[in-house]
């Protein structure tokens, strides 16, 4: 089955600076690759997802690249914000329910 | 419009307990799953249902039952309950079928200890 290894599993930046979050993934047939930020106490929000056939995405401050062939995708926040700090999940998946992700990866955004 | 909602919020068990997870979902969607999450391993799926009637293991279902009740409700069921359950468990809903991705949307969660 699918393997997904997210890195690194702390990140911590200065308020307006950027963070980048990577994963790699082990089945190439994967061809949906969502991105969930879980607050402490919640369970896991969708900020972005990106789909095979597409390169890179972008919403506002959150975009996502996807290099195929390499197989590994990154999640980049920009001009971070006291309240981007939450724990970050990447996923792979052919289906639905063949969803794997990543352990995680604790942003925490310094004032 | 309250999207999935999950009960209990806690529960603390002893070792041999049953219990029933509960776990609805108002968005008329036909895919509903059952997660645990465990600290450093991420999400793992225990079981779903792609739809109404019809349930399916996933990574990781050993001790675990589900029952799709309704299109709107999806319980999971632990029978004796054992100290390797202590997890945080996640229900979530598609609106899609089984065979294409759509994104799930999760509950808040239920905190199992078993002692």
């Known amino acids: 089955g699918e393997n997904v290894e997210q890195h690194p599993s702390t990140l911590s930046v200065q308020e307006g600076d950027s963070a980048v979050i990577k994963c790699t993934y082990s089945d190439s047939a994967s061809n949906y690759f969502p991105w969930y930020k879980q607050e402490l106490g919640k369970g896991p929000q969708l900020i972005i997802d990106?789909?095979?056939?597409?390169g890179e995405k972008k919403d506002q401050r959150i975009a996502v690249t996807l290099n195929k062939t390499a197989k590994h995708f990154s999640l980049h926040i920009t001009e971070t914000q006291p309240e981007d700090s939450a724990v970050y999940f990447c996923?792979?998946?052919?289906?639905?329910?063949?969803?794997?992700f990543g352990a995680g990866t604790r942003l925490t955004v310094k004032p | 419009n309250a999207g999935v909602t999950q009960t209990p919020k806690f529960q603390v068990l002893k070792t041999g307990q049953s219990m029933t997870l509960q776990c609805a979902q108002d968005?008329?969607?036909?895919?509903m799953y059952w997660y645990r999450q465990d600290p450093g391993m991420g999400l793992r799926l225990i079981y779903y249902?792609?739809?109404?009637?019809?349930?399916d293991k996933g990574e990781v279902p050993n001790g675990y039952n589900v029952s799709r009740l309704n299109k709107r409700e999806f319980s999971l069921r632990l029978e004796s309950a054992a100290p390797s359950q202590t997890s945080v468990y996640f229900c979530a809903s598609s609106a899609t079928d089984r065979w294409y991705n759509s994104p799930l949307h999760f509950g808040n969660g239920t905190r199992l200890t078993v002692t």
């Open positions: 968005m008329n969607h036909n895919s």
């Open positions: 996923a792979a998946s052919i289906n639905n329910n063949d969803m794997r």
């Open positions: 249902s792609a739809s109404e009637g019809t349930t």
């Open positions: 990106i789909r095979s056939n597409v």
